[in-house]
């Protein structure tokens, strides 16, 4: 029997999706194979940034999954996740958003076979030039057709994001700010710059992170537990005075 070539290969060297159109002429286990082989892991162009990058990144991921879980709706959240684009240069974002698809476990984001490209991404700056987040990926991103993308510099306390006009626009305009923040209108959300941290605001109310969330339930246990307490004190002082007066606390209805 002759052996058949396959009609793409991944190139361990650039790895890339194959362009929609070959993509759409590819039978299921084609695409199965593709996708095997397409690397869940890049080569990171800079090294690790310590906690200055970490920090504000999987801050806003939690925020935003717990955001949308008490909406109830699906979003798919993911950081550094390699993504492919039909025939171009693979890319991680430092969190990306999907709306209203299942958020279930994933190696890599593609789009063909995922059927959508990227809803939102946020990139964090901390070191070096800030060309590749405020300049480069603004003119990438939007070709690429993502609707929004926001950069954000901790360290500079500079917040910056863009959107597409039209769905079918290929170019960014930016978000400009209104009282310090700036809108999404993907996320349904506004984001600022507050005591040197990026904040999600749902409406005039700001979202808490997982951190805080904690703390604040614990506040309002501790408040509660006191609360308790200060009854009890005074269930007892009201009994015994009962009994002072010669009267069964039990029998009171």
């Given amino acids: 029997m ?4 396959p ?3 991944v ?96 190696d890599h984001w593609t789009v063909s076979h995922e059927a959508r490209g990227l809803d939102f991404v946020l990139e964090i700056h901390v070191k070096g ?20 993308y926001f950069a954000y510099a901790p360290r500079l306390g500079r917040l910056a994001g863009w959107r597409l006009p039209r769905p079918e626009a ?21 984001l600022a710059i507050e005591a040197g941290k990026l904040r999600f605001y749902y409406g005039n109310a700001v979202l808490l992170d997982a951190k805080e969330l904690i703390a604040t339930l614990s506040t309002m246990l501790d408040g509660a537990a006191q609360r308790a307490e200060e009854e009890a004190r005074r269930a007892e002082r009201y009994a015994a005075r009962l009994r002072e007066l010669g009267v069964d606390p039990d029998d009171i209805g």
Avoid: C
């Avoid at 970490?54 to 993911?78: C, D, N, Q, V, W």
């Avoid at 030039?129 to 929004?148: Q, T």
């Avoid at 290929?170 to 506004?190: A, F, N, V």
């Fill in 2 to 5: 002759r052996h058949v070539a």
């Fill in 7 to 9: 009609k793409y290969r």
């Fill in 11 to 106: 190139d361990p060297l650039d790895p890339r999706a194959p362009s929609q159109a070959l993509w759409d002429e590819l039978g299921a286990d084609e695409r199965k194979h593709i996708l095997a082989a397409l690397p869940s892991e890049i080569e990171r162009a800079m090294p690790p940034e310590g906690d200055a990058h970490s920090l504000p990144k999987h801050r806003a991921r939690e925020t935003l999954g717990e955001h949308f879980g008490r909406l109830g709706r699906r979003i798919y959240l993911a950081s550094e996740l390699p993504v492919y684009y039909p025939d171009e240069p693979t890319f991680a974002p430092d969190l990306l958003a999907v709306l209203d698809v299942e958020p279930h476990e994933r």
């Fill in 129 to 148: 030039s800030a060309a590749k987040d405020f300049e480069e990926n603004v003119e990438r991103y939007a070709r690429l057709g993502i609707p929004e």
């Fill in 170 to 190: 290929r170019k960014y305009e930016p978000i400009i700010p209104q009282q310090g923040r700036r809108s999404s209108e993907t996320l349904g959300l506004d």
